[in-house]
Nanobody
Framework: VQLQASGGGLVQPGGSLRLSCAASGFTLDYYAFGWFRQAPGKERELVSSISSSDGSTYYADSVKGRFTISRDNARKTVYLQMNSLKPEDTAVYYC????????????????WGKGTQVTVSS
């Protein structure tokens, strides 16, 4: 089982990035996915998640209206579209998968991908 996150980089405030999480070694259908982030000196936090059953989504208040999570089970890929980026979005972003309908916290995560750095700075 492997999760490979990509798409991070340096972007100016107000810019956009799209993160991708490519999964291999398992079938995505019964897994919820989430994107977490961790900034220096801070705890890892759940940014967004998407359910395995009906594609319902969750967003942290800090990213609502700016970020969009989606999944393509056929392509075995989960995406996080990030718009109107702010300096406080700077963090390492991690993709996560859990054999359940939803992810609510880092405790229940079965699989983690390696992080991808997102830096928002002028």
């Amino acid at each position: 089982v492997q999760l490979q996150a990509s798409g991070g980089g340096l972007v100016q405030p107000g810019g956009s990035l799209r993160l991708s999480c490519a999964a291999s070694g398992f079938t995505l259908d019964y897994y919820a996915f989430g994107w977490f982030r961790q900034a220096p000196g801070k705890e890892r936090e759940l940014v967004s998640s998407i359910s395995s059953s009906d594609g319902s989504t969750y967003y942290a208040d800090s990213v609502k209206g700016r970020f969009t999570i989606s999944r393509d089970n056929a392509r075995k890929t989960v995406y996080l579209q990030m718009n109107s980026l702010k300096p406080e979005d700077t963090a390492v972003y991690y993709c996560a998968a859990d054999y359940s309908d939803a992810i609510y916290s880092a405790i229940s995560v079965d699989y983690w991908g390696k992080g991808t750095q997102v830096t928002v700075s002028s």
